[in-house]
């Protein structure tokens, strides 16, 4: 059966977000993109799961001479993950690969003050968090980013994405509580021969998509939802809007006032203010 490409990375998105409904409105899920083109897919996971969204900074270590093909990467944490069948086979010695990873790791600090600003990374710790980019190649820069994520200790790890090769997803399922993959070709080719669009996303496109999410957040009334383990106990966040504010205001200053004045005239006629 020939599998059907991806029209970009938004409906990629939408795909793999149906395929984690079992994660919507829990408030102890985040979600975390790989920067820059795991941002526009995770986007729309997060927005359909009514959860946070952050980004963890996983920059390969490209061989010397032959940047595009991978010895190993690194991750936000100090995390450094080696292919060591790559690194033996060419014989790159530990200096060029400390170099190498010295490069890359301010790379990695230029790039969380990018995205983030001066706004803290998300706790990780205790929490749900699924790793999200628009696909897996080799897969060292998702090794790095479970092995960074790992350290931080969360509750469980789940790798999510669109398209991987098959074989790439069988070595990740042991390694990880979950993995979810929309497309898994035996004849994988690239990441982005199963998109339609694959253009290059920007710095700027990755800090707006960030800071809408964090808008949305914000001003959107999270859905009820159940805490684990809380069975029959309902937690929802309690937004006070303005309108919700006055009513509250209006009760506690009739309440002050003594049961004869004038303007204790009952809850009826109050209506009318609100």
């Not at 890359?104 to 003050?113: A, L, S, T, Y």
């Not at 790793?131 to 897996?136: A, F, K, N, P």
Request: aromatic residues 6%; hydrophobic residues 40%; neutral net charge.
């Amino acid at each position: 059966m020939k599998l059907q490409r991806f029209r970009d990375r938004t409906q990629a998105g939408q795909i793999l977000a149906a395929q984690l409904a079992a994660y919507a409105n829990r408030p102890d899920v985040l979600v975390l993109a790989f920067p820059r083109g795991g941002v526009p897919v995770a986007f729309e996971v997060a927005r359909a799961l009514h959860a946070p969204l952050d980004v963890i900074i996983v920059r390969k270590l490209g061989v010397p001479g032959e940047e595009e093909l991978a010895m190993g990467a690194i991750a936000s944490g100090g995390v450094r993950v080696l292919n060591d069948d790559v690194v033996q086979l060419l014989g790159i010695s530990d200096e060029e690969i400390n170099r190498v990873a010295t490069h890359e790791q301010r790379e990695v600090e230029r790039r969380e003050r990018l995205y983030r600003g001066d706004r803290p990374a998300y706790e990780v710790h205790g929490r749900t968090v699924i790793l999200v980019d628009d696909g897996i190649a080799t897969g060292a820069t998702m090794r790095a980013a479970v092995a960074s994520v790992r350290q931080q200790q969360p509750a469980r790890i789940v790798i999510a994405i669109p398209v991987a090769a098959s074989s790439t997803c069988e070595e990740f399922v042991g390694e990880v509580d979950e993995l979810v993959c929309v497309l898994r070709p035996e004849a994988f080719f690239a990441v982005g021969f199963w998109y339609e669009h694959f253009s290059q996303t920007t710095d700027e496109e990755v800090r707006d998509l960030l800071q809408q999410a964090t808008h949305e957040q914000v001003v959107t009334k999270p859905a009820q939802r159940r805490a684990p383990g809380a069975e029959g106990h309902e937690i929802g966040a309690r937004v006070t809007t303005p309108t919700r504010h006055k009513k509250r205001h209006i009760r506690q200053r009739r309440d002050r006032l003594p049961v004869h004045s004038p303007f204790n005239c009952g809850p009826a006629l109050l209506v009318p203010l609100l």
